[in-house]
């Protein structure tokens, strides 16, 4: 989502914030700005669309102040504009805010009527006249922000900074991260770890309900009854995350071809292949003993979870319940402190995963964690971080993450089944040595497969409609693929249980509705091919991702075949992944889209 970054120096700022904000574009935004205090008043640069659009302001307008504010804007109240973009100034008060506040209509129409107007859309100036109000009334800038604090309702992350104060910068915490950094007689902020990456690796992270008074040589942090906290000081990893493209085009391209290594990885964290066996884990709960495990997250996440209760309940028998976060926050699950919950989140952050998480927590569970970011908050809230080991993923459509968040959850079911006596010695060697073969698989899709899809992707790329079908572990393949590549080439696309179609989507079936269907051939292919007999009889153009046997097998009439190599069932979903990225990535391409940041979407979902 959006991104904050704040800096108390003793030399000008705005270039060092411009640049930390573009290793938070991954996130996603529509405007970017800055303000310093220049000769005690404020400046600021702002500018729609892209940093470069603001660095070229920068050019033409320096700012030389040195301490300073930075944002990319996410827009939810208020369009994409330069108007509504950060900080937000407002009598001697700039602001950069992420995060939504709840209340702001309300305090909006307090402010309106004391004679406060207000000229952006967005709910983030109601923050900045509430302050400016509590000046005016005599209030020091510390108990401003903080007595205005008090009065918001929703998630935000805040940097606030005062005309004629060039040693502070207030930060707040409610839901969204917001970290600080240690430097010599300099300080920072920012959203996470990556944009304080180049000035240290000396993190401490704000936790929710906290806000801090950044000065150049020091941080006090409170709670907001305004009581002193103190919280830990620790290295931080963000130094692993200045990555480039490399060689490649775009950083999704980039990530896809990473995937055999970091599955490895992976894999490898939670099996032993010496020794063909599941690792033992230290973990808070006993898969022998649970009785029920739910699962939740939001997204590609959420379609990596779906995978795995297939793999969880039949591999190790165990029951899985598992719901879209945004949804299971709300319902009211009835749960039992004596059933475990995994959370799954490539940034740790996501909003919904988070509020989940926490009822889990109020009931009375124990809580797991698959997450990219050790340091985040899932991950701190959680009784045990299960990492995904993807390393740093900026493209905004996730591919080496899904992966290795499959790889997770294959190699815990595994290790439920072990715990749970439903499978045998044999059988566990059996799994592990087909799970250790995942990445020469996918080294293999990725090298022989790359000219083919790229082909077929320019020929999609003509269509406006696409269906995905896939029965069992494929099934949520066909939810990932149509996800992906309505995300970053805006086709529309819809992923399907082929035993659905008769359910009402082939309705939809003509000579102009490509259909690509996941059949690897398993027990259930001929169900499969069924189903794409009923498409070929509409006239739908078929795309069929299949192995070698089963492409042996099949008599329906393609518009265009892929072949995987034959394997075992269990790595399908994992290795079947990329063909599918692979072809939403290159139809992108072929159709211009900004494939790494396509529109309206972001990284970290940050914000119900």
Not at 320 to 349: C, K, T, W
Not at 437 to 444: C, D, I, L, S, V
Request: with cysteine.
């Amino acid at each position: 989502m959006c991104g904050i970054v704040g800096i108390v120096s003793h030399s000008p700022v705005a270039p060092l914030i411009v640049d930390a904000l573009k290793r938070l574009e991954y996130r996603g935004y529509d405007s970017a700005g800055v303000a310093t205090i220049e000769h005690g008043a404020l400046a600021r640069r702002r500018a729609e669309g892209k940093l470069v659009n603001l660095e070229n302001r920068l050019k033409a307008e320096p700012l030389d102040g040195t301490i300073g504010i930075g944002h990319t804007r996410w827009a939810t109240h208020g369009v994409p504009n330069e108007t509504n973009a950060h900080p937000h100034f407002s009598d001697g008060v700039a602001i950069v805010h992420n995060g939504i506040i709840e209340n702001f209509a309300e305090l909006r129409t307090e402010l309106e009527r004391d004679g406060y107007t207000f000229s952006s859309q967005t709910d983030t100036e109601v923050v900045a006249h509430l302050i400016s109000r509590e000046l005016k009334s005599g209030a020091t800038p510390v108990e401003a922000a903080h007595n205005t604090l008090k009065r918001l309702q929703g998630a935000f992350a805040l940097a606030i900074m005062f005309k004629g104060d060039e040693d502070m910068i207030v930060g707040a915490r409610n839901g969204p991260p917001l970290a600080v950094g240690h430097g010599e007689g300099e300080m920072f902020l920012g959203s996470d770890a990556i944009a304080l990456a180049p000035f240290t690796n000396s993190i401490t992270y704000l936790e929710d309900g906290d806000w801090a008074v950044v000065r150049h040589n020091n941080i006090a942090i409170f709670d907001m009854d305004g009581n002193k906290v103190e919280r830990k000081r620790q290295k931080s990893i963000g130094t692993a995350y200045l990555v480039d493209k490399g060689n490649h085009r775009h950083f999704m391209e980039k990530e896809i071809h990473e995937q055999p290594e970091v599955i490895s990885h992976t894999l490898a964290h939670y099996l032993d292949f010496t020794k063909s066996a599941a690792k033992p884990l230290d973990l808070p709960f006993d898969f022998a003993r649970i009785e029920r495990l739910a699962i939740s997250a939001c997204g590609t996440a959420y379609l990596a979870g779906l995978i795995g209760k297939y793999w969880f309940e039949r591999y190790a028998r165990l029951p899985v319940d598992i719901d879209i976060a945004s949804e299971f926050r709300y319902r009211e699950m009835p749960l039992s402190a004596n059933d475990a919950a995994l959370f799954i989140s490539q940034s740790g952050e996501t909003a919904d995963t988070l509020a989940s998480l926490r009822y889990c927590r109020s009931q009375g569970m124990t809580i797991g964690a698959v997450v990219n970011t050790r340091e985040s908050t899932i991950a701190r809230e959680a009784d045990v971080t299960l990492p995904l080991l993807a390393g740093p993923e900026i493209g905004v459509a996730s591919t080496k993450a899904f992966t290795c968040q499959l790889s997770v959850m294959a190699s815990l079911a595994v290790r439920a089944a072990v715990a749970r006596g439903t499978v045998s010695a044999e059988e566990e060697k059996a799994l592990v040595r087909a799970l250790s073969e995942t990445p020469r698989y996918a080294n293999q899709v990725l090298k022989t497969l790359d000219g083919q899809i790229e082909t077929l992707a320019r020929d999609l790329a003509h269509y406006r409609h696409v269906l995905y079908l896939g029965r069992d572990t494929s099934y949520p393949l066909a939810l990932e693929g149509a996800l992906k590549l309505k995300e970053i080439s805006y086709i529309h696309a819809e992923g399907y249980a082929a035993g659905e179609l008769k359910h009402g989507p082939i309705a939809l079936i003509d000579e102009n509705m490509p259909v690509i269907v996941i059949a690897p051939h398993d027990r259930i292919f001929e169900k499969t091919v069924s189903n794409m007999q009923e498409v070929a009889a509409r006239g739908g153009k078929i795309i069929l991702i299949t192995d070698a046997k089963g492409a042996a097998q099949s008599t329906v009439k393609t518009m265009r075949t892929i072949v995987l190599p034959d394997m075992p069932e269990i790595i399908t979903p994992i290795v079947y992944a990329l063909p599918i990225q692979m072809l939403a990535y290159f139809t992108a391409v072929f159709m211009g889209t900004d494939v790494d940041q396509p529109r309206n979407l972001a990284k970290s979902v940050t914000v119900e």
